[in-house]
């Protein structure tokens, strides 16, 4: 802990019309971890690109200095050679290669070009006890979990005789006993002295394992804190730069009648026809009501919510749904948006965006009969609903026709709520509206749920993350292996209750 | 530069972020590359007119030109939805030559009686493009197979079909006369010829204008009128934007878009209007490609195709029927290579067994010259018209300066490649 690895020092990067670094200072001492913190599009990504040579040296300004040598990186392959081996959020791994195939992949040892994969195979045996894997070097990538390919990912930077490790939010699609067991080997790897600087949203993380802080804000360094000061509220007041007393905005809920009522829903999976995912649930959401959901990763949530929505998940399907008392038929998405209902889903990219396409086009494809008569779309109205929601979201763009692909993940969201907000459905189904967006963008995604409460909407909210359903909700269902195992109201739920719920398992049925 | 290259502000609404200059300097580089698109063509053609010494825009020169290559836009129309929505079709130039040899053999050899009319053969024939179009996109829209085998083996097939229906290697003809209009006939002259004024002797003797020019009145007509309503339709379109308060692309900008756009047409209307007036596939064409135009920028269908093609389980997700509208994508294309069968056939006046051979690849090139997406999701029909064009304009320019068959086909492959080459450069600049 006493010399200082890397420096980088004024680092501006402009790209045509934004800045997006402007001097940002960083230095990260030899041994620690060091993490790096900001809202989505603060620039911390854009940093770490200019650090591992994605934008080569010359198109930014500044200086990096790496083990007192300063480095002008012309491209990754410069800045892996002296040890900087940077993990994307995005896994980089060839799902149909082995987990040796893709720790080696333009590693190899060759000969001639021919492998010897005997070596292959001893070292990543090697590597993968480093990570504490215990996999056979020859399974597929594809067959292994993605906690387990968080792992490969780190095994290959190790290949690499890594001197600094940088994770890009690498908690983000783990489990919370996959981020913790990745928490843990951060701290072995700084037991046995390597460097490494962590990226994530998660502050209960950076709390955990990091020895500094850096803030960055609006493309500038804010602040560095030493561990004596790291805790979740003063980070979060310098990453916002406000103090945020109320991550929850207030709302007085005024709950009506039952809208929606789901009776005995059965699902089936999809391809083990065996299986049953879904086991009778029961549950109903009335007008003004913020219902959630909660549940640990894989307890069915999102398979039941997709389910209901036009069938879009399962087969052999039984249940019934009652729309204000009467029996309605949602089995094809069209249907389900005819008779009101809307879902948003936990993947946004995936499910939710036209990424190629722009702000104006995505918002209107739920309800482009809104826009059109006889199958003619009617530009202008086309445009002024868009650009109504641009402002009723608060989708920060440059106009309504920048691309999905180019916004922030809270941006993004914003764009997807935009659309079924446009298709005016009775019932909202939020499936982890917050995910992978930053402190900002959340509160005003809660303050849109609010709003739309306030309206006489009847929303049902997935998540994940117990303090924010505690938060925003009015009743609260505990989901455990496909079935209802808890109903409480809100106000005297607690996280303990809830984990008691779960575990319990077969616990009280619902109403 | 994904999500984190810009960064948010931190208060205030989205209206405080500026708007203005960053909107006319988008609009100027999202019409970039059509614009760059047309004046490759311009440049393409206006190089051929110097090396085939002005043959290439001969009258005659373009009327031929235009009856070539009308069956491959007629098809890139259908083709550039298939692309659009993420799938490609490799039969289409073994439909049109199946189709062709069905339309003669209902003409010329079975005994139909009435039903071996030109007209209800077409009919017929656009019919059954239509149902090899669904037995197609059936397989692809409801099983998922992938297009690429399922059109690969429909190429196969029908050019198999095509072969046995024409008895071998033999061809198939004479097709009848209204039949061969549809490809070398010429819209009537309702109107009646206008002969411009006598010819004006010089000095020496010698004719220096007129020489008793005869025009196509009915073609110098028509040609005002969709000028008139291009630069009409234009104008509107712009002014409905400025009075709901949004950015139009700069005034001189279209200014001069349009008066090049309608030279240039009145340009070709002339050269037609002076030999023997519009062919009838031309106008076969301008209301197909219209159509195109209007589907895929105007039209919900349109919208949702490329939607489909950008994201698909996202628009499935989004209530679109993303099965039907493969179907519906593909019976298009179907009914499309029908029509370019029967444009061959009619230039030909016999159906052939090779007819179409090879054409797909063609089709394929001049949608993806167009600036379309291998991935989906991104093509324009302008874009695939005047890539069509281009490729005509090659083959026709070289062929007339004599290059080899052999070198025409490189040629054609490195301005493919050239164009999509400069099409990822630029993405990737921007």
Known sequence: MTSTILEMRDITKTFPGVKALSNVNLSVEEGEIHAIVGENGAGKSTLMKVLSGVYPSGTYEGQIVFRGQECHFKGIHDSEHIGIVIIHQELALVPMLSIAENIFLGNEHATYGVIDWNANEKRTKGLLDKVGLKEDPKTLITNIGVGKQQLVEIAKALSKEVKLLILDEPTASLSEKDSQALLDLLLEFKRQGMTSILISHKLNEVNRVADKVTVIRDGRTIETLPRKDISEDRIITSMVGRSLDDRYPPREPKIGDVVFEVKDWSVYHPIHAERQVIKNVNLNVRKGEVVGIAGLMGAGRTEFAMSLFGRTYGRHITGEVLHRGKPVDLSTVSKAVENGVAYVTEDRKTYGLNLIDHIKHNVTLANLGGVSSRGVIDDMREMSVANDYRKKTNIRASSVYQLTGNLSGGNQQKVVLSKWLFADPELLILDEPTRGIDVGAKYEIYTIIARLAAEGKAIIVISSEMPELLGITDRIYVMNEGRIVGEMAASDASQEKIMRAIVRGEGKKAS | ?430
């Open chain 2, 1 to 430: 530069m994904s999500t984190e290259s810009a960064p948010a502000p931190q208060s205030g609404t989205a209206e405080d972020v500026k708007q203005g200059p960053r909107i006319a300097v988008s609009a100027l580089t999202t019409n970039l590359r059509e614009y760059g698109l047309i004046i490759a063509l311009i440049v393409i053609m206006l190089f051929f007119q110097y090396t085939t010494s002005g043959t290439l825009f001969k009258p005659v020169n373009l009327s031929n030109l235009v009856q070539q290559n009308s069956f491959i836009i007629v098809m890139a129309l259908g083709m550039l939805l298939v692309i659009v929505a993420g799938y490609i079709d490799l039969s289409v130039g073994s439909v049109a030559g199946f189709i062709g040899a069905l339309a003669a053999m209902m003409m010329v050899i079975w005994p139909l009686g009435i039903f071996s009319n030109p007209l209800v053969v077409s009919i017929v024939c656009l019919i059954v493009g239509a149902l090899i179009g669904a037995a197609q996109g059936y397989w692809i829209a409801y099983h998922r197979i992938p297009s690429f085998i399922v059109t690969l083996a429909g190429m196969l097939i029908f050019r198999g079909i095509c072969q046995a229906l024409l008895g071998g290697g033999s061809s198939v003809g004479p097709l009848p006369d209204s039949f061969k209009a549809l490809s070398s006939g010429f819209i009537p002259d309702v109107i009646g010829p206008l002969t411009l004024i006598p010819p004006t002797v010089n000095a020496a003797g010698k004719t220096i204008v007129g020489s008793g020019l005869t025009l196509h009145m009915t073609t110098i007509v028509l040609g005002l009128i969709a000028v008139l309503a291009y630069a009409y339709f234009g104008f509107r379109t712009r002014r409905k934007r400025e009075q709901h308060g949004y950015e139009a692309e700069p005034f001189p900008m279209f200014v001069v878009k349009t008066l090049v756009g309608s030279a240039l047409a009145l340009f070709l209307v002339f050269q037609f209007a002076s030999y023997r007036g519009l062919p009838v596939v031309l106008l076969v064409m301008g209301v197909l490609i219209s159509l195109f135009v209007f589907v895929t920028k105007r039209m919900t269908i349109g919208r949702r195709i490329y939607a489909m093609g950008g994201n698909a389980k996202a628009a499935q997700l989004s209530g679109i029927n993303t099965e039907r509208l493969t179907l519906l994508v593909f019976i298009n294309m179907g009914v499309l290579s029908a029509l370019g069968g029967l444009i061959i056939a009619a230039r030909l006046g016999q159906a052939v067994p090779a007819a179409g051979l090879g054409s797909e690849l063609d089709v394929i090139a001049a949608v993806f010259i167009g600036g379309a997406s291998a991935m989906g999701g991104v093509g324009q029909v302008i874009g695939a018209v005047v890539g069509g064009f281009i490729m005509g304009v090659m083959n026709n320019g070289m062929s007339i300066m004599g290059v080899n068959v052999d070198w025409q086909q490189v040629v054609k492959g490195l301005v493919l490649l050239g164009a999509v080459i400069f099409d990822v450069y630029n993405k990737n600049k921007a």
